[in-house]
C-alpha cells in the first residue's frame, strides 16, 4: 500500500462517536466535547466549550484513526485527578509553540520530548510536586507506549485498554490497525474483529473453544471479547 494511500486511511473518518468513545472508556459526551465543542450556561451566561481534537472530516462523521490517537493520548492526561480542561488546554498550547507541531498529541515528538515539557509546564500551572510529575510522566507513557509508528514516526497502530484501569503492563492481545478490518479492534496476530469473538462466545461458544480455533490462549480471548462488552447496548 502506498503512503498516500495509508495516509488517507489514517485521516479518514470510520469510527462512530459511540463506537470511539467505547473503545477508549469514555462518555460519549465527553469525547464530542473535544473534538466538536459544547455550548453550556454558566450563571446564566451562554459559553461555549472550544475543541480541543481537530477532526479530520466533518462532526457527522466521526473521528479518523489519527483523532481516535489523539484522543487516547488526551484520555490519559485527563485521567489525572483534578486537573481542569482549561489548564491541560493552555499546557499543549504551549506544547505546540515550543515543539512547532500542528497535532502534537498523535505526534512522535511529544513521545519524546513533548511528554516532559507539557509535564514541566502543566506542574508550574498546578504547582505540583516532582513526584507528581512522577505520576503524570508514568501515566502519560503507559498510553503513549501502546501507539505503534511507522517507518516516518506516524501512528499507525493502536493498542487499545481492555479494562478500564490502564497500568503500563496491562495485556495488549488487541490491536487498531486502519488496514485491517476497517480499522476495527482485532485479535493481535490472527486479525480475527473482536466483534466476532464477542458473537460466537454469546452463540455459546466456551473461551477455550474460540483458543483453540484461533491458536492463542485463552486471557487473550477473554480480553478480546472484553473490548466488545455492552457496546452495542451504548449504540
Not at 450563571?43 to 462532526?59: C, M, P, S
Request: proline share 6%; aromatic share 8%; charged share 25%.
Amino acid at each position: 500500500m502506498g503512503r498516500i494511500d495509508l495516509d488517507m486511511l489514517r485521516r479518514t473518518p470510520a469510527y462512530p462517536f459511540v463506537e470511539a468513545a467505547h473503545y477508549l472508556h469514555l462518555p460519549v459526551s465527553t469525547l464530542r466535547a473535544w473534538c466538536v465543542g459544547q455550548s453550556y450556561s454558566y450563571k446564566g451566561e451562554a459559553r461555549q466549550f472550544r475543541a480541543i481534537i481537530r477532526l479530520d472530516g466533518a462532526r457527522g462523521e466521526g473521528l479518523s484513526f489519527l483523532n481516535v490517537i489523539e484522543a487516547h493520548v488526551l484520555a490519559a492526561i485527563r485521567r489525572i485527578h483534578g486537573v481542569p480542561l482549561p489548564k491541560v488546554r493552555k499546557a499543549l498550547d504551549y506544547v505546540i509553540t515550543k515543539l512547532n507541531v500542528e497535532r502534537p498529541l498523535a505526534d512522535v515528538r511529544f513521545e519524546t520530548n513533548g511528554v516532559d515539557l507539557f509535564v514541566r509546564h502543566l506542574g508550574t500551572l498546578l504547582n505540583v510536586s516532582r513526584g507528581g510529575q512522577v505520576e503524570w510522566e508514568s501515566i502519560l507513557q503507559a498510553h503513549l507506549s501502546r501507539v505503534e509508528r511507522d517507518s516516518a514516526d506516524v501512528p499507525i497502530k493502536l493498542f487499545p485498554f481492555t479494562r478500564t484501569h490502564a497500568t503500563a503492563d496491562a495485556p495488549a492481545p488487541v490491536v487498531m490497525d486502519p488496514r485491517i478490518a476497517f480499522g476495527r479492534p482485532v485479535l493481535k496476530d490472527r486479525g480475527v474483529p473482536t466483534a466476532v469473538l464477542a458473537d460466537r462466545f454469546k452463540a455459546g461458544d466456551t473461551l477455550h473453544e474460540l483458543a483453540e480455533d484461533y491458536e492463542t490462549s485463552t486471557d487473550a480471548i477473554e480480553e478480546a471479547i472484553r473490548c466488545e462488552l455492552d457496546r452495542r447496548a451504548a449504540a
